[in-house]
């Protein structure tokens, strides 16, 4: 370890500016000492705690800018709705609004919340393509517009004060739960997936995961911990919904419907056979 640390000490002693500068302001001026001049990770475990915090932060954020965009994908190729609950989706967007206005206004870290606002922005294009797929595109302007002036609200302080904003977070966690349950039924109504990407589902999932560490790390506010934990839970749901429909036909009740529908006229026409088989004839008998 000595031999490494006396290697890589004259690099981390002259990094550019812009990455010093970034260090200093993720992991603050004591933990850049420890462990990026001093590559001493044993001298302060909480600094290495924090360490990982901020990189699975930024890294939760990263992945937030695409994690919905295979399912967005998806819907406009298939041009259909099946298997996604627009009620799941706004309800998540409406708890992500609320997260988003609480964590800005209580000057959170950026890393322990940034997804939100990208996540938010990609559920609302899904919700309003689910709508227009639907026929519903007077509800799809409806959604948007609702959207637009609750986010103004709740990022003013005139309107929403901080007692309110807390209020609000309190039933975003609950609002953020129940926003997986339409999903879940749906896709046990339905008796598969349908156009619901896996590659959302999991990384959901291991997001939900990496954010109860992050919270734990840096956010002292048990309001978003109870939030990300229940949100982890019923993402597991979804993602074991997931893996055990994997191969299943999806609109399984859609098909049965239709075969009763075609059996029916076969059947009227079996019963018109037999009657007229039954009717005397009227031929003269040489």
């Not at 939030?227 to 019923?234: H, N, P, R």
Request: charged share 15%.
């Amino acid at each position: 370890m000595d031999a490494l640390r006396s290697t890589l000490k004259p690099l981390t002693h002259t990094l550019p500016s812009p990455i010093r500068d970034l260090g200093l302001t993720l992991i603050g001026p004591e933990c850049y000492n420890t462990l990026i001049l001093d590559i001493d990770p044993a001298a302060s475990p909480e600094c290495v705690k924090l360490a990982i915090s901020k990189g699975l932060g930024i890294g939760i954020v990263g992945a937030a800018s695409v994690v919905k965009i295979p399912q967005l994908v998806k819907l406009l190729r298939s041009r259909s709705a099946s298997g996604i609950s627009f009620l799941s989706y706004a309800l998540e967007t409406t708890s992500f609004l609320i997260s988003l206005a609480y964590n800005v206004r209580q000057g959170f870290p950026f890393s322990t919340y940034g997804e939100t606002a990208l996540i938010a922005i990609q559920n609302v294009a899904i919700a309003t393509a689910v709508l227009h797929f639907s026929g519903q595109d007077a509800g799809a302007a409806t959604f948007v517009a609702i959207l637009a002036v609750s986010c103004y609200a709740l990022f003013s302080k005139g309107i929403v004060d901080m007692t309110m904003l807390s209020v609000l977070q309190a039933g975003a966690g609950v609002l953020g739960v129940a926003s997986k349950a339409p999903q879940i039924w749906t896709v046990y109504k339905e008796g598969g997936t349908g156009q619901l990407s896996a590659f959302a589902v999991f990384n959901y999932l291991l997001g939900s995961l990496s954010r109860i560490f992050t919270t734990l790390q840096e956010v002292d506010d048990a309001l978003i911990l109870y939030g990300f934990v229940a949100g982890f839970t019923l993402n597991a749901v979804l993602a074991a919904q997931m893996v055990y429909y994997w191969n299943s036909p999806p609109e399984k009740k859609t098909t049965r419907k239709r075969a009763k529908k075609q059996t029916k006229p076969v059947a009227a026409s079996t019963s018109g056979m037999q009657t007229r088989s039954k009717t005397p004839s009227t031929r003269r008998r040489g």
